[in-house]
């Protein structure tokens, strides 16, 4: 972040107190900030008594082993249970948990709590015919459809870890995820919509099944959903339809009940190195978390709200607070398939106008595409039902932030913005609506039970209006436990940097305002945030070199007004390769978006002589996003060669192609 930015943040000086109406029935009030750090465990243990254990803990956090935590050791639980059968049982199974919203007009499903126990149970029973046991991954690469949220409780119901890959990710992306976790079998479908029209998922799953029979890993059963009708090569040895395996099981199923300690599931995230990190939640301490916080950041009143998180499941978001959260607090939710601007671009006002959503929960990024096309389109529906609004996945500008309030929120709306990550598995910095002050930029302090800092290199408090480091100082219960098959890995990466301190290093620079409100700034490592979602340089380099013609490849993420940062890549030619040709960066893009996705899609590719690197052969990255921002270069003086800045800022406008 520049100086400039540190700047502007200190000049914020606007304010919104919380509404009188939302302050005076208040799920959580000031009290509990003091309560909890007093004796945070006794904090931890009461939000636990949300939950049904079948047995209760012994302990609430064993950290002798640290950085490797148990919480409410000896406690047994299941969470599919907890999600949705003691609703039913409780006399709430005719309350609406979903009301799924299809992307084409008037596809829509209302899905009671007692329908879901009746899926869900049926879907536990088909992948137990499909051979999924205790303690089998199952990967999940699926639309947002209910059968998604159906297929991840199934899972969790019999103790078999989901992956959930994010439906846009490629064939190879999903063969990795596949392999790293050795998934038994795939829930996908043979498509789903989006931007108006039918797109396909099957075939992916058939190529990174090849991909993982070749690495001796090989997915048994592929259980498919039929979503859109489309064609669909079929394996009969392998591929089963959703409707028959799952269509035809008994409603009936007893859920076990597993240690609290058990995996619930692994999500794959970014990491500064190549591979993908599987992050590792396990069910009790996952769902005291996130069910704590949806309940108390959004203040939920199961009873009258209506509540409604945009986020996928393929990210974290969709697991913590579209299924996880919310369904284990009993809330009725909007879940959407589609794109915001199908078939029009008023569409998700449209949703929240029809189902009187009451909580919405979004992305800067989108926030901002609204803004850009304009106040009249959101105008022009009715939208008073809103009572709160969410914010997450990048820091939120102010100009956004009061837009998103005055516009969205008809400036009744406190608008929470709330930072946390994959790896934290729940909130775990944010305001309150009924108690903080919200200041448009800030995610403002850490929640009742979380305990948060701002150091310096040596790991110590920085003074307020300093920035540095953003850590947790303490455990908390729905934490990640390691990644998946590589303790060492997790050691290394979140623990070892203020080992001394016992910190938890989050990745984020971070700045204390004059009154130590927290200003999240974004990543201190190589890793880019792009529309809320982290992508790795490394990993976009490899899939860049993994292309004939490329010998070299640095990516760099730069500011970008839509998607908070974009993908910048600088590529050096093989010499074979000559110039590549008149459509090498096209060539390139769709190498990309192969490997990995769409998301991943480099917004800019120069094909350059050279790359900035000092003696010791290190890429200078900060030069590079210089070029890539059209900022004029900082420092060259520590590089080997100082004239290799002027060759590649002559390719600052080559290669960029907006979508
Ligand atoms: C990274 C985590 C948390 C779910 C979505 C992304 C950035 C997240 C905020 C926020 C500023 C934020 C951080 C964080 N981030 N929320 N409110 N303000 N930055 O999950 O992919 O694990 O990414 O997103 O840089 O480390 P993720």
């Known amino acids: 972040m520049s100086d400039e930015t540190l700047s502007n943040l200190l000049k914020e000086e606007r ?159 999903l063969a990795s995820r596949l392999e790293d976790c050795q998934a038994k079998v795939v829930v996908t479908s043979d498509g789903g919509y989006r931007r108006g029209s039918a797109s396909a998922l099957k075939p992916a799953v058939d190529d990174a099944r090849a991909k993982t029979a070749a690495g001796g890993h090989p997915v048994e059963k592929v259980l498919v959903v039929r979503r859109t009708g489309q064609e669909v090569a079929w394996d009969d040895a392998v591929d089963v339809w959703w409707h028959d395996a799952v269509g035809g099981a008994s409603t009936e199923h007893t859920p076990e009940s597993f240690d609290a300690e058990h995996p619930l599931y692994v999500m794959y995230t970014s990491g500064t190195t190549g591979k993908p990190k599987g992050i590792l939640h396990t069910t009790g301490g996952y769902l005291v978390g996130s069910s704590y916080t949806h309940w108390a950041v959004f203040d939920l009143k199961p009873d009258t709200d209506v509540y409604w998180c945009s986020a996928d499941i393929g990210w974290v978001t969709g697991h913590s607070y579209v299924v996880y959260g919310p369904l284990a607090n009993g809330a009725t939710q909007v879940m959407y398939e589609g794109t915001p601007d199908s078939p029009e671009r008023g569409r998700w006002w449209q949703i929240i106008q029809d189902y009187k959503v009451s909580i919405f929960y979004t992305a800067p990024t989108a926030i901002r595409s609204f803004m850009k096309q304009g106040r009249e389109i959101p105008d022009g529906f009715d939208m008073s039902s809103l009572r709160i609004l969410g914010s997450v996945g990048e820091p939120i500008n102010p100009e956004a932030y009061i837009w998103y309030r005055h516009v969205i929120g008809g400036d009744r709306t406190p608008v929470i913005d709330t930072w946390w990550q994959t790896e934290t598995g729940a909130i775990m910095i944010s305001p309150l609506p009924g108690v903080t002050a919200g200041k448009p930029g800030s995610a403002m302090t850490a929640i009742p039970g979380v305990s948060s800092e701002v150091v310096n290199d040596e790991g110590e408090p920085v003074p307020n209006g300093s920035g540095g480091y953003l850590v947790l100082t303490s455990p908390w219960p729905a934490m990640l436990r390691t990644i998946w098959g590589d303790d060492q890995r997790y050691k290394d990466t979140y623990w070892s940097r203020f080992a001394k301190q016992g910190y938890y290093f989050a990745g984020d620079g971070a700045k204390k305002d004059e009154d130590g409100d927290i200003w999240v700034l974004g990543r201190v490592d190589d890793v880019m945030n792009v529309s809320g979602h982290r992508l790795s340089t490394t990993e976009i380099e490899s899939a860049l070199v993994s292309h004939p013609k490329v010998a070299e490849a640095a990516v760099v993420g730069a500011k970008d007004e839509d998607t908070g940062q974009a993908v910048c890549a600088f590529v050096i030619l093989r010499e074979d390769a000559g110039d590549g040709g008149d459509d090498i960066v096209a060539e390139l893009r769709q190498h990309v978006r192969k490997e990995i996705g769409p998301i991943a899609t480099p917004r800019q590719i120069m094909i350059v002589p050279e790359l900035p690197k000092t003696r010791s052969g290190k890429i200078m990255r900060r030069l590079l996003r210089d070029v890539a921002e059209r900022r004029e270069v900082g420092d060259v003086t520590t590089l080997a060669d100082s004239s290799v800045m002027d060759l590649i800022s002559a390719k600052q406008d080559e290669g960029r192609t907006e979508e």
């Open 15 to 173: 304010r919104f107190e919380p509404p009188a109406q939302i302050a005076a029935a208040a799920n959580l009030t000031a009290e509990a900030y003091d309560r909890a750090a007093a004796d945070p465990q006794a904090f931890w243990a009461e939000q636990a008594e949300r939950l049904d254990w079948d047995r209760r803990w012994d302990r609430v956090l064993d950290w002798d082993d640290a950085p490797f935590a148990k919480w409410f050791v000896g406690g047994r639980l299941n969470a599919a249970y907890n999600c949705v059968d003691r609703h039913v049982a409780a006399g709430r199974g005719d309350k609406v948990a979903l009301h799924w919203v299809g992307e084409p007009l008037d596809d829509t499903r209302d899905i009671t709590y007692a329908e879901l126990q009746d899926e869900v149970c049926r879907a536990a029973n088909a992948l137990t015919d499909l051979g999924v046991r205790t303690g089998d991954r199952v990967a999940i690469y699926l639309p947002m459809i209910p059968e998604a949220v159906v297929a991840m409780l199934a899972c969790a119901r019999i103790g078999a870890p989901h992956t959930v890959v994010f439906g846009g990710f490629s064939a190879d992306a």
